[in-house]
């Protein structure tokens, strides 16, 4: 499981889909549950590596790719 310690608003459904699209565009499964104050994403254990890297990759660009 890895959480997404920001604060999110519910409704703010763009913000998950982009990292689940990342993560998919880039061949790794994932399940997303948004919590009331952050997300969690279950990768399996052999992508969670990759999956961080594609994460911290998001983090560091200003158009959110």
């Known amino acids: 499981m890895i959480t997404l310690s920001i604060h999110s608003s519910l409704e703010a459904i763009e913000f998950l889909a982009a ?16 919590a009331y104050y952050n997300d969690h994403l ?12 594609l994460l911290l990759e998001m983090s560091h660009s200003t158009d959110g790719k």
């Open 42 to 53: 279950f990768v399996s254990v052999e992508n969670v590596d990759r999956a961080f890297q």
């Open 19 to 34: 990292i689940t699209t990342k993560l998919a565009e880039n061949g790794i499964s994932v399940n997303a549950v948004s």
